[in-house]
Structure formats: structure tokens, C-alpha cells
């Protein structure tokens, strides 16, 4: 819970009137649903929207730990944000600490600090962000959209 009530801090001290929206996982309910109803002038909101809605939407997404869902965020071209706090066991085992490591528009972060500055770079628009060409070149992916009808020059 420490890590939301932080990434939430965060976001509003950059963002103090957008809505944040949470998946509506079991346990995130479950956890967090009183941070919520405590507060109904929070704009803070539970959601069973898919990521990539959420993606078509967002300034921002921030992942508490690692989360594959990020990749709907980097494809539309919105700043992903991994906030963790990572054991030294995670750490001896996995050093690389998370896959996304090295993704273009991808940020990582393990501080308070380092979350506050990566969300102000965000507002200030002076943040990493990917496009979809970065993408497809840095995981090798030739993109063929034509089976959607959608013309090459449009996909790149």
C-alpha cells in the first residue's frame, strides 16, 4: 500500500486534478477500496477497463512492480513508469531487476524521489517517450497492419 499511496502523491503534486484510475483487480479492491470511499473528492476511480482503453486515455501509467500491461501504455505513445521497491533477494537473483529494463519510453524507479521526478518530467514534457517505430526496432517486430486495413505509412 505504501507504494500506491505514494505513486497517488506523486501524480498529484505534478497533476492535482486528473483522475487516477486503479485496476479493479480483486486484491486492489480489496486493499485500497477504503482509499476510495473515505474520500469521494479524491478522483480517484476503480476500473474494469482494458488496458489499452485506459492507454488511449492516459498521460501516464505507473505500474507498482513489474506489469506487462505497460506495453499497452508504450504503444500509444504514453510514459511508463515501474515503481518498485526491490528486495535485495529480487536483486541477488534478478539484477536486471525487470525485462523492461532498457525499453525506450520506460522509466524505473525505486525512490520516492525518483517517482516524483520522473512524473514532474512527465507534466514538463521532457520525458522519454516511445514511438511505435522505437518499438518495433528495439524487439525486432516488422509491424504488417494491412490485414486490419490499415495503410503501412499509417502504422509506423
Not at 501524480?11 to 477504503?34: C, Q, T, W, Y
Not at 507498482?64 to 533477494?89: H, K, R, V, W
Not at 520516492?112 to 514538463?124: C, N, T, W, Y
Request: one cysteine or more.
Amino acid at each position: 500500500r505504501r507504494l500506491l499511496d505514494e505513486a497517488i502523491k506523486s501524480i498529484r503534486e505534478e497533476f492535482p486534478d486528473i483522475p487516477i484510475f486503479l485496476k479493479a483487480k480483486s486484491s486492489m479492491v480489496r486493499l485500497f477500496g477504503d482509499l476510495i470511499e473515505n474520500d469521494r473528492n479524491s478522483n480517484i476511480y476503480f476500473t474494469t477497463l482494458g488496458l489499452g482503453a485506459l492507454a488511449s486515455r492516459s498521460c501516464l501509467a505507473i505500474s507498482i512492480q513489474e506489469s506487462t500491461g505497460i506495453f499497452d501504455f508504450l504503444t500509444m505513445e504514453i510514459p511508463a513508469i515501474e515503481y518498485s521497491n526491490y528486495s535485495d533477494i529480487h536483486i541477488e537473483i534478478y539484477p536486471e531487476r525487470t525485462p523492461w529494463k532498457d525499453v525506450p519510453g520506460y522509466t524505473i524507479c525505486e525512490s520516492p524521489d525518483e517517482l516524483k521526478s520522473a512524473v514532474r518530467a512527465v507534466r514538463q514534457g521532457t520525458c522519454e517517450t516511445a514511438q511505435r517505430k522505437q518499438l518495433n526496432t528495439y524487439f525486432g517486430h516488422v509491424e504488417d497492419l494491412e490485414i486490419f486495413g490499415v495503410k503501412p505509412d499509417v502504422a509506423s
